[in-house]
Structures are given as C-alpha cells and as structure tokens.
C-alpha cells in the first residue's frame, strides 16, 4: 500500500480592533498601540506539504494580489522556523485565501502563523510555543495574535499580548472596499493629522469590561479607532458606507485596523442580517461578510504526517 503524501492544514481567523490606541511614532518607526484585538469567524488556511524548495501557491478572492515570493509572511514563517532548527526550508505552502488582502484584518499576518504551525507540524520541528510566538513577534506586528486568537490586548507594538475575557459572542459585519490601504502609509497619515504631543496609548476601562460582560451596546459605545481619520483621509468613500451600515441599525461603525475594510457591530443575529443586507443593497462596498467573535487561534485541522 503506498503511504499518503504528508500533509497539514491550519485554520486562521483574520481580526478586527475594537480598540485601536495609537502613541507618537517611535525612533525606529513604529508606534506604541494599545490595541484590544478581537478575532473574528473569517478564515485563510495554509496547507503545508514537503517539496524540492520552497513554494507559495494562494488561490480565493485577492490571491492575485498576494506575492508569491519569499516577501510572503507565509514564507518569512518558514524560513525563520527552518533556521531556528538548522534545517532546510524547502515546503510547498498553498493559501486558500477569505481573508480580505490589504484590507486592516491581518490576512498576510494570519498566513504567517498558520504557515509556521503547519511546518513545525509537518517538519515534527515541536517548537514550544513561546518560541513560535518569538518568531510570530519578529514576522510582524499582528502575527503572535493571528497565533493566539481569542481577544488579547496588545501593547508595545502590538506583539506584547495580554489575554482578555470574553463573555459572550459578538455579531459583526464587514463591508470590504474596492481597493486596499497600505498600512504604513496610514500610519504616516496619522502622524501627519495628529502633529506633535500625541499622548502615550491606553486601554479603555470601560471597553474591556463591556468585553468580559459580553454586552454589545458597551462594547459600541466604548469601542475607538485612532487610525480611523487617517483611513478616511486616504479613502474618502469609505464615509459612505459608514452612513450605509450606521443607518441600518448597527451599533457601531469601525474601520478595521488600519482600512479600508469597515467593521460594524450588530445587536445580534436578526441585526446583523439587516445591516449585512443594507450594505449589500447599499453599492458602498465591493463584498459584506457576516461572522461572529470571538473565534479561536491557529488550529491544525487535519494532518496527515509520512512515516
Ligand atoms: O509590524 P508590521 O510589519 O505589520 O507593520 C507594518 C508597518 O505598519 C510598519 O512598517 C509601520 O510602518 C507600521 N506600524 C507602526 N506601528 C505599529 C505597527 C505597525 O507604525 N505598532
């Protein structure tokens, strides 16, 4: 009988902010958050197998624009986990992409840590997991969340995570625009809006109590974006279907992380059906999704390894 190919899958769910604190811009460019992650029930998944070098494939909506050479944080993972063991990174990882690309949910950050799951997994590298979330930490800002999952509030940043209680489920809508934004050049825009005395980032009491209560309305009232005008700045139309989901009854309208994709928090099921259908009809937005949060980290979800 011949032995099946070794294979391993890993889930990924992308994330919105629903705190997103940003401090002045740091000597080596980047900025102090506090930044209340919250991952969300849309996924990319990473499916590791053994090849002759290293190789990204990416298949869904956007997957032409995701690059297939070594620029990749699918690929960045590999390599960091090969050198970490001395050992090749010869893998081919293929992406089956739902996350929106360019689009302020961590999609490129996700398919890091899937991907360094699914090698470590795949190589039986059994890297313990503070030392995945170094490397998630060195790939990128967003990466050891991607890993994580759950809520977390990030700081530093946004790689020093502290996990956050959760208590109930949250219905959110995602209006994805046409077009992406590049996110140093909304934190560039930032800058440039805010000026000097920009004070250092905190985390909103309020917001994660309304968190661990569960409590949606809390959490909507609470809930802030500091990259918000700096999106809006970049993407103007992005005020329209803000208008579009507000006046179909959401509690709250978001840009997510860094844009252009727009977050709206909904009551519950019945709710988030009719922003989802307002913004469909709306002609503001290229696609909506319709999920739930929190969902969980990085899972491998089947795995089949070669003797
Ligand atoms: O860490 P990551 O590679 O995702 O960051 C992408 C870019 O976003 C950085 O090069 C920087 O311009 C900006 N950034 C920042 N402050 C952060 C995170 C990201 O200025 N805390």
Same mark, same amino acid.
């Given at each position: 009988m011949?032995t099946?190919?070794?294979r391993?899958? $890993?889930?990924?769910?992308?994330? $919105?902010?629903?705190?997103l604190?940003?401090?002045?811009? =740091? ?12 991952? $969300?029930?849309?996924?990319?998944e ?18 032409d624009?995701v ?20 050992? #090749? ?18 999609g ?7 991907? +360094? ?23 990128? #800002? ?11 509030l ?5 790689? =020093? ?12 809508v995602?209006? +994805? ?14 800058? =440039?809006l ?13 917001l &994660?109590?309304? &968190?661990?209560?569960?409590?949606a ?7 802030s974006n500091? +990259?918000?005008?700096?999106? +809006?700045? &970049? ?15 959401? &509690?709250a ?6 844009g ?20 469909t ?27």
């Open positions: 011949s099946p190919q070794p391993v899958t $890993v889930r990924v769910p992308a994330k $919105v902010n629903v705190q604190a940003v401090g002045p811009a =740091r000597p080596d460019g980047f900025h102090d958050l506090a930044n209340v992650f919250l991952a $969300v029930g849309l996924h990319d990473v499916t590791a197998t053994p090849a002759e070098e290293l190789r990204i494939t990416c298949e869904g909506p956007g997957a624009q690059p297939l050479d070594r620029g990749n944080l699918a690929a960045k993972a590999a390599t960091a986990l090969a050198a970490l063991h001395g050992r #090749s990174d010869a893998v081919h990882l293929h992406i089956a992409k739902n996350i929106p690309v360019a689009g302020g949910m961590a490129g950050s996700a398919d890091g840590a899937a991907a +360094l799951l699914a090698c470590d997994r795949l190589w039986g590298t059994a890297t313990p997991r503070a030392q995945l979330l170094e490397i998630c930490a060195e790939l990128g #800002s967003d990466v050891p969340f991607s890993l994580v999952g759950g809520a977390a990030g700081t530093g940043r946004g790689e =020093r995570l502290e996990p956050l209680p959760v208590g109930g489920t949250f219905h959110w995602f209006a +994805l625009a046409d077009g992406g934004l590049s996110t140093p050049a909304v934190f560039r825009e930032f800058d =440039r805010a000026g000097p005395g920009v004070p250092a980032p905190t985390a909103s009491r309020a &994660l109590e309304a &968190l661990r209560a569960g409590d309305k809390a959490l909507a009232a609470a809930a500091d +990259l918000q005008p700096a999106a +809006l700045s &970049l993407f103007p139309a992005l005020a329209d279907t803000f208008a579009a989901g507000t006046a179909a009854g959401a &509690l309208a978001l840009v997510s992380g860094s252009p994709t727009t977050a709206f928090l909904a009551a519950d099921e019945p709710a988030a059906r009719a922003v989802a259908a307002a913004l009809a709306s002609g503001t937005c290229r696609t909506v999704h319709r999920t739930t949060s929190p969902a969980p980290g990085a899972t491998v979800t089947a795995s089949t390894l070669g003797r």
